[in-house]
């Protein structure tokens, strides 16, 4: 697998059920982060965890992070049609290499009205 | 406050003509960041400035492609001359100069490149 590989690469869902998506990488961090992209959009900073932090919440979503396994998930529960978009972990190494991030391939996720 | 903005957001030209992206950061970010996903892919490092110098371009595919960033404001990629792999979005994106914990990167909504 890739640094920053998440799983699974789709998801479909219905509105108010929970997502939880995976990433999988492989060298040590510094910190992990989740980013959205809504088609043709932007990426959209969502959530930041630190290699010092186990679970991190910001509204409806819900990051944990394992470094001992060297994977995190997100949970993004009651799940709203706009909450379809491609979610994209990245890893970032710290100072040593200029926190340049690396991508997984992203999870699509649809969720249907 | 404004985030990053990139200009164009759609480039469509043809192998061997030159295309040049702008980015300009976050007021105030001396970091700034090039990634690129080719379709199908993951998104990709292609370089790191710092204010005006260049960090880290390591990830930059080849000598085709040519960034900036006079002054430490805003940056510029250029391909030339442009080849059909090329294509792709690419992403700029900036965040605070910060030491230990890094900072967050904030991306620009990317610049679509179509080479024919």
């Known amino acids: 697998s890739q640094q920053g590989e998440e799983d699974p690469q789709a998801l479909s869902i219905q509105e108010g059920e929970n997502a939880t998506m995976n990433c999988s990488y492989k060298t040590s961090i510094n910190n992990l982060q989740w980013y959205r992209q809504n088609s043709g959009r932007g990426l959209v900073h969502l959530i930041l965890?630190?290699?010092?932090?186990r679970e991190k919440h910001s509204g409806r979503l819900r990051v944990t992070l394992d470094t001992s396994k060297k994977s995190s998930s997100l949970l993004i529960t009651a799940s709203r049609a706009a909450d379809t978009a491609s979610y994209f972990c990245?890893?970032?190494?710290?100072?040593?290499?200029?926190?340049?991030?690396?991508f997984g391939k992203g999870t699509l996720l649809t969720v249907n009205p | 406050e404004a985030g990053v903005t990139q200009f164009p957001s759609h480039s469509v030209i043809e192998k061997g003509q030159t295309v040049t992206l702008r980015c300009d950061p976050i007021?105030?970010?001396?970091?700034l960041y090039w990634y690129r996903r080719v379709m199908g892919k993951e998104i990709k490092f292609l370089l790191h400035f710092v204010k005006e110098s260049k960090q880290d371009e390591s990830g930059m595919p080849n000598n085709r492609f040519l960034a900036e960033r006079t002054g430490g404001t805003y940056s510029t990629l250029k391909v030339q001359p442009a080849e059909l792999e090329d294509s792709g979005v690419y992403f700029c994106?900036?965040?605070?100069?910060?030491?230990?914990?890094?900072?967050?990167?904030?991306f620009g909504p990317g610049t679509r490149l179509l080479v024919l």
């Open positions: 007021s105030g970010h001396d970091n």
């Open positions: 990245a890893t970032d190494p710290g100072p040593g290499s200029n926190y340049k991030l690396t």
């Open positions: 965890i630190r290699s010092n932090e």
């Open positions: 994106a900036s965040s605070q100069i910060g030491t230990g914990w890094a900072k967050t990167q904030y």
